[in-house]
Structures are given as C-alpha cells and as structure tokens.
C-alpha cells in the first residue's frame, strides 16, 4: 500500500504564478449617501469567470465586476482609493 502523496504547503511569501497583476473594473451600487463608483478589482481568475460576479474590490468594497469596462476606467467616477491602490501595486 502506497503511503498518499502530500504536496508540500507553498512557503510564505513565494511568488504567485502571474508575473503582472491584472485588474478588472467593477461597479458598486450607490450606498446612502456614497454615489456608486468604479473600483479596481484584483483578477486571480480568468475574466470571463468573474463578469457580473461580486468581488471584494481593493478598496475592501464589493462591488459587480464589468469585464466590458477597461482598467484604468476613463470613467470621472473613480474610487480613488481603488486608483491609488492599483497604481502601487502594479510595477
Ligand atoms: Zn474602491
């Protein structure tokens, strides 16, 4: 009997596979008296599976991800936040 094969845990702090990180623009929703704006939305899946999905943007917000809209948005109605976040880490 073959004893089961464990992988071995990644170490902390390896690199992931992607060299770039990509983002994709999502939507929040108007929140009181927060207007809804784009925010940046780290892809760690193919695009196509997170479109229309809610995902936790960088700003620490959900917001519906819009594979149609392009990141960085030409959009005026920008999380900032979101904005500087991306910048910073994309080398
Ligand atoms: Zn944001």
Same mark, same amino acid.
Request: aromatic fraction near 8%.
């Given at each position: 009997m073959a004893a089961p094969t464990v992988p071995a845990p990644a170490p902390a702090g390896a690199p992931t596979a992607f060299a770039a990180t990509a983002f994709a623009a999502a939507r929040s929703r108007a929140h009181g008296p927060t207007a809804a704006l784009w925010h940046a939305v780290e892809l760690h899946r193919p695009a196509g599976e997170v479109d229309g999905a809610c995902e936790l943007t960088l700003c620490g917000t959900l917001a519906r991800v819009s594979v /149609? #809209? &392009?990141? &960085?948005? #030409?959009?005026? /109605?920008?999380?900032v936040p979101c904005v500087v976040l991306s910048r910073s880490s994309a080398r």
């Open positions: /149609d #809209e &392009p990141w &960085p948005t #030409e959009a005026r /109605d920008v999380c």
